[in-house]
Structures are given as C-alpha cells and as structure tokens.
C-alpha cells in the first residue's frame, strides 16, 4: 500500500499488508438499486445533480447512508448485517461491526487498494487495469463533465470496473493520515476512532492529478455531497 514518490504525505510510507479473500462488487452501486433501497426505507434519495438516474453509479451518498444500504441489502437477501447501528437525536452511528458476518460492507481501504491494483493477477499498471488512464476511468478529459453508465470502459486485471473514475468510493476506514506508519500488517481496518472516513478512486470531474491508485481522501461521514458512491464486499465465507 501507499507510495513513496508521491507528494503527498498521506500515501506514505509504502508497506505491505496481507488480506484475506473477498468477494467485491464488478460494478459500483447504480442509482437503480440505491433507489430501491430508499423507496423500502424512505431513505431520502441521492441527489444526482441532473446528470440522471438508472444505471449511473449512485453519487452524493453519505458514509452513513452507505452503509445503511449495506445493511438492508443483507437483510433482503437472507444475510447477517455486518453494523450495528443505533438510531437517536444525534443521528445515526455505527455501535459495532461483526467482521465475521457473510453480508454487505464498504471495502478497507487496503481491500480497495489491493483490488485497484489488480489482486494477484496484477500486472503493474500505473492505473486500475492500464497504463492508459483513457481506457478505465472517466475522469474530467474524457467525461464530459458528466457520470456514465457503470461498466462502459475497460475491466482491470480481476474484471472490476470503474475503479478509478466515475464516482468516488467510500471505504470504512476512519481517516488519519499519519496511520501508514503504524498500520497492521494483516487485514488493517484504519484507527479504532477518528472524524472523517476515507474514500478512494476519483470521480468524472477529478483532474488528471487525482487519478492515482493511491490517492487517499476524507469527509465528514454524514455529509452526503462531494460525487461520492458506493462500491460492495463480502467476506469469502459469505457461501453464495
């Protein structure tokens, strides 16, 4: 994880870390189905800025609404929920986590990273699935301003789509950006405490700049701007 050419401190210093198998979503979480999830709910819905609805990958989410999505989704087909979430007037929080669970979460951010860079089929390229930035990701040179369809472009070396580019993708990790120095070695979930949490992968308005595997980001978990999406795991354990 992380890279040590970067100018950015956050992505230093590169380590090594283990995870241990996953499943993880091909396509990022389309409007269609975080629709569904907010007509069951009444949930309010994500705003999509105009750009339309359907098969775009979902945006304006908050981290909070991400993983009430995870939830639901886990409960519809037959899962455990992996958060136990408390309702009260401050609104909603996560009260613990069952990481054995076998239902939907939001990747780590080394189960992202690991997953951007190809897995165990990696072949090194400088972005998710090629040296040519313009066959995996929508970003501002190639968009026109505007979310597409998910999985339009070129998949990476594990058939995933859209890592980079398109929408944003929370991850669970709480942010800190000193925390590659002390990271565990083997599944690292991010500080035990902390404000923001992480998201990764650029979206269809990020520059050029921003379009790097290891580009680590931050906002406020209840804040549901900023063209930030959602992209599912389940632990290899989940028998599906």
């Known amino acids: 994880m992380g890279n040590d050419y970067s100018g950015a401190l956050d992505e230093k210093p590169e380590h090594k870390v283990t995870v241990s198998d996953f499943y993880i979503s091909k396509y990022e979480v389309t409007f269609d189905m975080f629709d569904n999830f907010c007509r069951s709910t009444g949930f309010d819905m994500a705003n999509d800025g105009g750009y339309g609805r359907g098969q775009n990958p979902v945006i304006n989410v908050s981290w909070i609404g991400a993983v009430m999505y995870c939830n639901w989704l886990s409960t519809r087909f037959g899962f455990d929920k992996v958060y136990d979430l408390e309702v009260d007037s401050a609104g909603t929080s996560v009260r613990g986590v069952n990481w054995d669970a076998n239902g939907y979460r939001l990747p780590t951010e080394a189960e992202w990273e690991y997953v951007a860079k190809g897995g165990s089929k990696s072949e090194g390229y400088a972005y998710a699935g090629s040296n040519n930035i313009k066959e995996v990701a929508w970003f501002s040179e190639t968009s026109g301003n505007k979310p597409h369809e998910v999985g339009a472009l070129k998949a990476n070396e594990l ?21 590659y120095s002390k990271s565990e070695e083997s599944n690292p979930r991010g500080p035990e405490r902390g404000g923001n949490r992480v998201y990764r992968g650029g979206n269809f308005e990020s520059k050029m700049e921003f379009m790097r595997i290891s580009r680590r980001f931050s906002l406020s978990p209840n804040l549901n701007t900023g063209l930030v999406g959602i992209r599912l795991v389940q632990n290899k354990n989940a028998n599906l």
């Open 159 to 179: 058939g995933v789509y859209d890592m980079m580019g398109n929408a944003w993708e929370w991850c669970w990790d709480f942010y800190d950006p000193s925390y």
